[in-house]
């Protein structure tokens, strides 16, 4: 029954997890995957984790079944962390899911169930595995203009233009912050003017947030997402806790509605339902470490001070990084990296520029020229700063 399957295309970032693996090279320098890495080049269990985890192996006398909702408690307190009080609660609808990934495919699957002729609008540059969850799902996309790739800015006058075109009942997938691959964010003001357009337009923003603490902070991270759901009735949400609280493994994720509350009721029961036919229950462990150090004010402070660390380093590189290719390049080209946010930024590179730096100096990024800031080390910097501007001095096309 098999001879039709052709072996699938890994996308790029597993695909390169993979090559990197196998590069026997011991100076090999690793700015794929999203993951966050210290100074020596660790990923650690945050200490907070450690200690919820202590507490949970403690305290915790049942593993038997939790709703198909997932825990309560993970949910109502992710739903503080991510929404404040910029909406009631009882027009939120959520279920905890196997990781950010899953939250995406679930609301996808909620989109098809409510509207198939939904077409689903997505940056012109996004996670790699966007399109592919939305086609998974059945559904349509089409991409919006985003990234001024001359000046490293927003594409404002190509964004609102083709926001535009989005129809009536149309779904808008934006990244909540830390924009993933090019770490370029709507400012506020942006965000008003995104929420009065699809509001005008009756088209439905979807927020993918999988980077809240690593932009500009906690709250400021969570502004835009705020924003929308304080002034549009429909807004779709998919969180993750893989990088702001180092569960990656561990899959923790929730998919979020937030609707007049009296469709709370029906929105829940669909994605209760959905859950029951995909994986049924969600993993518990990773949100009851969630859970554990949101509701202790302790460890929440704790995991704040650790995430801020992460923040501030993530920053740091980047500022260390424009520097370097600044003194090796001798200019200012790569000066945008600075001043943008989270783990990622696009160098603008192109493929064959990519695949020489892989071959020749070890620097994996993705075909595309994303670069992990959250994985450089003094070394990685240099490394980088160094091979790009080799490349240049041999006349590269960049
Ligand atoms: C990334 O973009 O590298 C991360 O979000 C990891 C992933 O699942 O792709």
């Known amino acids: 029954m098999f001879e ?51 507490k949970i192996l403690e305290t915790q006398d049942s593993k038997s079944y939790l709703s198909l909702a997932g825990d309560r408690a993970f949910l109502d307190a992710m739903t503080g962390l991510l929404l404040g009080e910029a909406v009631a609660h009882d027009r939120v609808a959520s279920v905890g899911t196997p990781g950010g ?42 991409r919006y203009r985003y990234l001024d790739a001359a000046s490293g800015a927003l594409d404002r006058g190509g964004f609102f233009a083709d926001l535009e075109q989005v129809r009536q009942g149309d779904v808008v997938l934006v990244h909540g912050c830390c924009h993933n691959p090019t770490g370029v964010d709507p400012t506020l ?55 702001n609280f180092g569960l990656y493994r561990e899959r923790v994720g929730l998919a979020m509605a937030i609707v007049p509350e ?29 859970s554990t150090i949101l509701g202790d004010a302790a460890l929440r402070d704790l995991w704040e001070g650790e995430l801020e660390e992460m923040r501030q380093r ?42 020489k730096l892989r071959m020749d100096a070890g620097i994996y990024m993705l075909g595309d020229g994303r670069v992990n800031m959250a994985g450089l080390d003094a070394a990685g910097i240099s490394a980088t700063a160094q091979g790009v501007a080799k490349l240049l001095s041999e006349g590269q096309t960049l």
């Open 314 to 355: 993530v920053a740091e590189n980047r500022r260390a990084l424009a520097d370097a290719l600044r003194v090796e390049t001798r200019s200012d080209r790569f000066g945008f990296v600075a001043g943008q946010q989270g783990m990622f930024s696009l160098l603008p590179l192109s493929a064959d520029a990519v695949e």
């Open 101 to 142: 990934t899953a939250a995406v495919r679930q609301i996808c699957e909620l989109i098809r169930r409510a509207r198939p002729e939904a077409v689903v609008w997505v940056s012109a540059q996004t996670w790699p595995n966007h399109m592919p969850l939305i086609a998974a799902a059945g559904l349509e996309a089409r």
């Open 4 to 54: 039709t399957l052709a072996s699938p295309k890994l996308d790029g970032i597993i695909a390169l997890m993979q090559a990197y693996a196998e590069d026997p090279r011991s100076d090999k320098v690793d700015l794929g995957v999203g993951v966050y890495r210290d100074a020596k080049g660790r990923t650690p269990v945050m200490r907070a984790v450690k200690a919820a985890e202590r």
């Open 189 to 243: 003001q942006d965000w008003a003017e995104i929420a009065a357009i699809l509001d005008r337009l009756g088209a439905v923003p979807f927020v993918d947030m999988a980077y809240q603490g690593f932009g500009a902070g906690l709250e400021a991270d969570a502004a835009g997402l705020r924003l929308l759901a304080s002034r549009l009735p429909e807004v779709l949400v998919a969180a993750s806790c893989s990088k």
């Open 262 to 290: 009296d469709r709370r009721a029906t929105l829940a029961g669909t994605l209760v339902g959905l859950n029951r036919q995909s994986f049924a229950f969600p993993p518990d462990h990773g949100g009851r470490v969630v």
